[in-house]
């Protein structure tokens, strides 16, 4: 079946740049997604990317799509202590129209 | 911007009770989805529903579930017989191409 992993914990300091990953195993997925849950919130839609693209820039957002290797990347430049929360990434498409999603990563950012 | 609502924002309740949560997809959207995240998880596909039928569900979508878009507005999931490892926050979704998911309920079970 699908399935979608990535590190559970992130730290960084303020102003550098986060980096987190996902790995995936669905090779018809069409779409991939990040969102941002912030504690006892909601899900955050903060991007996301066509399977034929390797590459989509959104501010400080840049997600880069490994296909080959099934694995995608969420860069966040200029870490501020308001992007601290929980990264998920999901595939959605292949044989089923559901969102799948990975474990999430923390991301923990020190002043 | 249209938006997923969902209510109520926390439902406290007691095992074996029933609960029905309820969500306002997007009016022109298509398909609508459930899934749910105990707390501490990852969150997890439960059913979508398109056409006014059940299209998907997972193994965790079992008797005690079911859903039902009664008025062609509200989207519901309706628990029978709420068991302590219901507790979790319930996320309504819905669809035309992308996806638009609501703030979530609550469901704590005592």
């Known amino acids: 079946g699908e399935d979608v992993e990535q590190s559970l914990f992130l730290s960084v300091r303020e102003g550098d740049s986060s980096v987190i990953n996902c790995t995936y195993t669905?090779?018809?997925?069409?779409?991939l997604y990040w969102y941002k849950q912030e504690p006892g919130a909601g899900l955050q839609l903060l991007t996301y990317?066509?399977?034929?693209?390797d590459m989509k820039q959104d501010q400080r957002l840049t997600v880069l799509l490994n296909k080959k290797d099934k694995h995608l990347s969420l860069r966040i430049a200029d870490t501020q202590t308001g992007d601290s929360a929980i990264y998920f990434c999901?595939?959605?498409?292949?044989?089923?129209?559901?969102?799948?999603f990975g474990t999430g990563t923390l991301l923990a950012v020190q002043p | 911007e249209p938006e997923v609502t969902q209510t109520p924002s926390h439902q406290v309740t007691q095992m074996g009770q029933e609960v029905i949560l309820r969500c306002v997809p997007i009016?022109?959207?298509?398909?609508f989805y459930w899934y749910r995240q105990i707390l501490g998880q990852k969150v997890e596909f439960l059913v979508s529903?398109?056409?006014?039928?059940?299209?998907?569900k997972s193994e965790i979508f079992d008797d005690q579930f079911s859903v039902e878009r009664p008025d062609g507005s509200n989207f519901t999931l309706k628990i029978r017989s709420t068991k302590l490892e219901d507790s979790a926050m319930y996320f309504c979704?819905?669809?035309?191409?992308?996806?638009?998911f609501g703030s979530g309920t609550r469901l704590t079970v005592v």
């Open positions: 979704a819905s669809r035309m191409g992308g996806y638009t």
């Open positions: 669905d090779s018809s997925s069409t779409y």
């Open positions: 990317i066509f399977s034929n693209m």
């Open positions: 999901a595939e959605f498409g292949g044989a089923t129209n559901k969102l799948i």
């Open positions: 009016s022109n959207h298509l398909y």
């Open positions: 529903f398109y056409n006014n039928e059940i299209s998907e």
